[in-house]
């Protein structure tokens, strides 16, 4: 494989995980903080 | 002071600081006191970010420990072996066998015979843990009279480059369990600030890591102590290095990182830019709201985007750490530490353990989190904000300065 192809995979892998963790840990607070309130 | 100094005062907390931590955090846990849970999760923190420069210290405290070439510290040189006399009828290849010098065990050789002499001895084996040169006993071959001495090289006497590698690998996957520890810590401060109260499946994760990281950790210290202190080493385990074939870990991922798989070192330097951005938007967006930008918004807004930040804290702390198994020695020559080659790695560390300091006042501090839509931050508030973004462009400085003066690369 192409070294810019594998480490552009890499890279594109690593961000997408690093946002959908960062989406989720955003979402509980929200949805902590609505909890409270209320 | 150098590192190897820094690192034997340091790498206590790891395991007696966690400790203590520890014992805070079972206590605010089973009193269900939240002012003790959070100072455990402080500690953690703390000594999360710690780990980080005692593991780099670790690297100039073999160095030191050495006093060999950079690139080839603690070799295990081999047992020197010297042919006092090659006696006379021998018809084959005598047996060389090595006792005294308390090695732990003791080292191996074959001989060579020509013309009823004795003529060569091989070390096949350099032998574990002697501290003295042991001495050498030819037996059999049909012949007589051969005779000869052993030398221990220095090195080989004062420490073995195999245990220095079993206790660093074993640092180096606590250092991961400790950071992630750390990381959970801080999300449950985090979010201990923004609700007034945790989880209990945060509690629970942060009190399972912490007990696995304390584990290893204890396992790290031991190793680590045996390095220097025959008296305490586990012959079993102490041998371990030189009885398996395989490579130490952490040596084995540094070299997949050195050019081992092609594609890592390149991806790792990309992420570590990204993870600088992420860290750099989020400590920009934060200070300046701080110091009086966009000041229609509350601090509670501006904290709801501290993981991101974080995140990409995690990110570069991961890549590098790899970049730093890479290739440890140029970034920790002895004798440059303070002002010299690596100055420039030497304060982008103590820069980001100032600016973590900053990260732990966002985070949990009462003073920012009261400042509401359209009010001014205290002129305290506002200094600690500007010291953060001169200690985030300050460490971002630093790193690129690695290669021209720090003499890395």
Redesign the interface.
């Known amino acids: 494989m192409p070294l810019a192809l594998s480490v552009g995979l890499i890279v594109v892998g690593v961000v997408a995980l690093v946002f959908v963790l960062g989406y989720l840990i955003d979402r509980a607070a929200g949805r902590e903080e609505r909890h409270w309130e209320r | 002071m150098d590192l190897a100094h820094l690192h034997l005062l340091l790498n206590h907390f790891p395991t007696i600081g966690f400790l203590v931590g520890l014992g805070i955090f079972v206590l605010g846990l089973a009193g269900k006191n939240n002012d003790l849970r959070r100072a455990a999760l402080v500690i953690f923190l703390g000594i999360a970010l710690l780990s980080v420069p005692i593991f780099i210290s670790g690297s100039g405290a073999q160095e030191a420990i050495c006093q060999a070439a950079p690139d080839r510290p603690c070799s295990d040189a081999p047992l020197a072996v010297t042919i006092q006399s090659s006696g006379t009828g021998y018809t084959f290849a005598p047996k060389v066998e090595f006792s005294g010098g308390q090695c732990s065990f003791p080292p191996a050789a074959t001989s060579t015979v020509r013309d009823g002499q004795v003529v060569g001895i091989q070390v096949t084996y350099g032998g574990f843990g002697c501290t003295a040169a042991p001495s050498v006993a030819i037996t059999g071959g049909g012949g007589s009279s051969a005779a000869a001495t052993a030398a221990l090289p220095r090195e080989r006497i004062l420490v073995s480059k195999a245990m220095i590698e079993q206790h660093e690998s074993a640092a180096f996957v606590a250092l991961g369990l400790m950071e992630l520890t750390g990381s959970f810590a801080w ?1 449950a401060l985090w ?1 201990f600030r ?4 945790f ?1 209990r499946s945060m509690l629970a994760v942060v009190l399972l890591l912490s007990l696995v990281t304390f584990g290893l950790m204890a396992n790290v210290s031991n190793l680590g102590g045996q390095i220097r202190h025959p008296e305490v080493r586990d012959q079993v385990q102490a041998a371990a290095p030189l009885l398996s074939t395989g490579e130490p870990f952490a040596r084995h991922v540094g070299e997949i990182v050195d050019g081992g798989w ?2 890592v070192f ?2 790792c330097e ?2 570590h830019f ?1 993870g600088l951005c ?1 860290l750099f938007g989020v400590a920009a967006v934060v200070d300046l709201r701080m110091l009086g930008v966009t000041k229609g918004i509350s601090f509670r807004a501006v904290h ?1 985007l501290l ?2 930040g974080m ?2 804290f995690g ?1 570069n702390l991961v890549t590098g750490m790899l970049f730093f198994v890479a290739d440890p020695f140029q970034y920790v020559h002895l004798g440059n530490w303070l002002g010299g080659q690596n100055a420039a790695f030497l304060w982008k560390m103590i820069f980001i353990l100032l600016a973590a300091l900053n990260v732990v006042y966002f985070t949990i501090f009462e003073e920012p989190w009261q400042l509401g839509p359209g009010e001014d931050a205290p002129l305290h508030a506002k200094l600690i904000a500007a010291v953060s973004l001169f200690l985030v462009v300050g460490i971002m400085f630093w790193g690129r300065m690695l290669p021209f003066l720090g003499g890395s690369f």
């Open positions: 999300l979010q923004r609700s007034a109260r989880s092609r594609w390149p991806a990309t992420l990204i992420l709801r993981p991101w995140l990409g990110v």
